[in-house]
């Protein structure tokens, strides 16, 4: 019997911190999958919106830092009475500031410049610190005060010593291409302890292998007797779920100095036909998708936070416990297994253009799921099922390349089920209006890909009611060759069909004018939910 399962004892609560730069959304993925364990997350308060709260729950705890966050739990717990029956590092250090006996820590001076301008700019500081974790812009006010605080703790704690003299159970996780805490610095900051390495993985292990991270955990809780039988249960089952599951990629490496004239989204010369070109799919947009699946997590930041704002509302949808799911352009994933956390017995058909990127996206559904996979332009789908199959139909950063995007979500709300919803997200009118008003500056157009106006994602049939918010995301980019690489690194890079490449003289110049607007690039992303009614009565879609 464990000891979470002996009468009378209550099973340990799991107390999660997040990291500097984060919020406590930051464990929604992990906490998914540790269900069968009461849980508590503690918020730091670094933005506007949630209230900062510390409070610690009643009974046993278990407690969980991520990066920093584990840095506040050792100096808030370890000294105390209040001791943890076991302590889980992720991506974590005792000690960050490098000195004499730290050779492999941080620089202080980059602490210090990044105090420095924490104050005039902390949007900036946060999002550029985001951004080198493998993460997306905040998308939230930050609060200085606190963050500042936060990064004098960085500069000045040392807590090796609280490590030395934990008498509880301890495990750290760590990644091996991490950018922000590298493996010779994990190795320093706990002196002597082991640690669990992921190869390739980087400083978002929470967010980029939950189910390996959770695997690992359960395991550990349930050796030390802190599960009960039914969470021993789900971590045998999520360790051998993982057992598969691939390595993330790793941290993305510094633009080159040439990134700029690879991007083929540069503009030409104003004069012919005004306005932007038709959003017509070309013809190469299939290959240059598989030409970057291997390498696509690295660069979507932007992309991953939207996949996660889109999940968020098809958590809150009366769906069936078992929804039948087809997914339209599911590229690695990304989608795919955040709504698959929240629908572990869903059905799912999920299908892009490109056999490589759904390779990627099979390692994203754990083994055994119900699920097909199929290689299907999703502006004309060709399905066995028929209409009226679908209880969802969900898409993120995909429908742009549709030829008639109003015309394709007709198509695909014809294979809706009575009361089933389409949920999708993507770049509208407006996104990229910085790269755009640095060619026109100069009296030139952008060769870009025309983008369709929210307006036009309403539907066109009687028996469907719609859903249409805006919000904008804001890339903090850092510069044009960044902004190019990124986008060449997720395969987005088809220009307007009648764009042609800027010589490199004038595209030097549109890259040094982005740069002195504040090389950021906004997306002004429509989420658009759909449903059907309850009687179904289908028409046929617009051809």
């Known amino acids: 019997m464990n000891a979470a399962d002996r009468p009378g004892r209550a099973p340990p609560t799991l107390v999660f911190a997040h990291g500097w730069g984060f919020d406590a959304?930051?464990?929604?993925?992990?906490?998914?999958?540790?269900?069968?364990?009461?849980?508590?997350?503690?918020?730091?308060?670094?933005?506007?919106?949630?209230?900062?709260?510390?409070?610690?729950?009643?009974?046993?705890?278990?407690?969980?830092?991520?990066?920093?966050?584990?840095?506040?739990?050792?100096?808030?717990?370890?000294?105390?009475?209040?001791?943890p029956c076991a302590w889980i590092g992720i991506n974590a250090f005792a000690r960050f500031s490098a000195g004499d006996d730290f050779r492999h820590g941080a620089a202080p001076r980059l602490l210090q410049r990044m105090a420095d301008r924490l104050e005039a700019v902390p949007a900036a500081v946060v999002d550029e610190f985001r951004r080198r974790c493998g993460a997306a812009p905040a998308g939230a006010a930050p609060r200085p005060g606190?963050?500042?605080?936060?990064?004098?703790?960085?500069?000045?704690?040392?807590?090796?010593?609280?490590?030395?003299?934990?008498?509880?159970?301890?495990?750290?996780?760590?990644?091996?291409?991490?950018?922000?805490?590298?493996?010779?610095?994990a190795a320093d900051a706990f002196p002597g302890r082991a640690i669990g390495w992921m190869p390739g993985g980087g400083h978002l292990l929470p967010l980029q292998a939950p189910d390996w991270c959770a695997a690992r955990i359960a395991g550990f809780l349930a050796h030390h007797g802190l599960a009960s039988a039914s969470a021993s249960a789900s971590a045998s089952a999520s360790a051998s779920a993982s057992a598969s599951a691939s390595a993330p990629a790793p941290a993305p490496a510094p633009a080159s100095a040439s990134a700029a004239r690879e991007g083929?989204?540069?503009?030409?010369?104003?004069?012919?036909?005004?306005?932007?070109?038709?959003?017509?799919?070309?013809?190469?947009?299939?290959?240059?998708?598989?030409?970057?699946?291997?390498?696509?997590?690295?660069?979507?930041?932007?992309?991953?936070?939207?996949?996660?704002?889109?999940?968020?509302?098809?958590?809150?949808?009366?769906?069936?416990?078992r929804p039948r799911i087809l997914e339209i352009g599911c590229g690695t994933g990304l989608l795919t297994g955040m709504v698959d956390a929240h629908f572990p017995e869903a059905d799912w058909t999920i299908t892009d253009l490109s056999p490589a990127m759904l390779a990627q996206a099979r390692s994203r559904l754990r083994p055994g799921r119900a699920s097909r996979y199929q290689v299907m332009?999703?502006?004309?789908?060709?399905?066995?099922?028929?209409?009226?199959?679908?209880?969802?139909?969900?898409?993120?950063?995909?429908l742009q390349w549709f030829g008639d995007p109003a015309r394709g979500l007709a198509r695909l709300a014809a294979l809706l089920a009575p009361a089933g919803h389409l949920a999708v997200a993507l770049p509208t009118r407006g996104t990229f209006a910085e790269w755009r008003r640095a060619h026109e500056v100069l009296g030139?157009?952008?060769?870009?890909?025309?983008?369709?106006?929210?307006?036009?994602?309403r539907p066109r049939r009687p028996d469907v009611?719609?859903?249409?918010?805006?919000?904008?995301?804001?890339?903090?980019?850092?510069?044009?060759?960044?902004?190019?690489?990124?986008?060449?690194?997720?395969?987005?890079?088809?220009?307007?069909?009648?764009?042609?490449?800027?010589?490199?003289?004038?595209?030097?110049?549109?890259?040094?004018?982005?740069?002195?607007?504040?090389a950021r690039c906004s997306y002004r992303i429509a989420f658009s939910l759909w449903r059907r009614d309850e009687a179904g009565a289908h028409g046929e879609a617009s051809p």
Do not use: N
Not at 148 to 169: K, Q, T, Y
Not at 379 to 397: K, N, Q, T, V, W
Not at 491 to 507: F, K, M, Y
């Open 25 to 83: 959304g930051f464990w929604d993925a992990l906490r998914i999958r540790l269900r069968a364990w009461p849980q508590r997350v503690l918020e730091r308060g670094y933005f506007s919106g949630p209230v900062a709260d510390d409070a610690l729950p009643e009974g046993p705890l278990v407690v969980i830092g991520h990066s920093f966050g584990c840095m506040r739990l050792l100096a808030r717990l370890a000294p105390s009475r209040r001791r």
């Open 444 to 457: 030139l157009r952008p060769a870009m890909m025309r983008f369709p106006a929210a307006g036009a994602l």
């Open 465 to 518: 009611a719609a859903r249409i918010d805006v919000e904008r995301i804001v890339d903090e980019c850092g510069s044009a060759r960044a902004f190019l690489r990124g986008l060449k690194g997720i395969g987005a890079t088809a220009p307007r069909p009648d764009g042609r490449p800027l010589p490199v003289p004038l595209l030097r110049r549109v890259c040094a004018e982005f740069d002195r607007a504040g």
């Open 146 to 185: 606190v963050l500042a605080g936060d990064l004098r703790a960085l500069r000045e704690l040392d807590l090796r010593a609280h490590v030395r003299g934990l008498a509880a159970p301890l495990l750290v996780l760590a990644g091996t291409a991490d950018p922000v805490v590298p493996a010779p610095m």
């Open 264 to 321: 083929t989204w540069a503009g030409r010369p104003a004069g012919g036909e005004g306005g932007e070109a038709p959003c017509v799919r070309p013809g190469g947009v299939a290959a240059r998708f598989g030409a970057a699946a291997a390498h696509y997590d690295r660069h979507a930041g932007v992309q991953r936070e939207v996949a996660a704002r889109l999940a968020a509302r098809i958590a809150r949808l009366d769906l069936p416990v």
């Open 377 to 398: 332009d999703g502006e004309h789908p060709a399905l066995a099922d028929g209409p009226g199959r679908f209880d969802l139909i969900c898409s993120s950063m995909a």
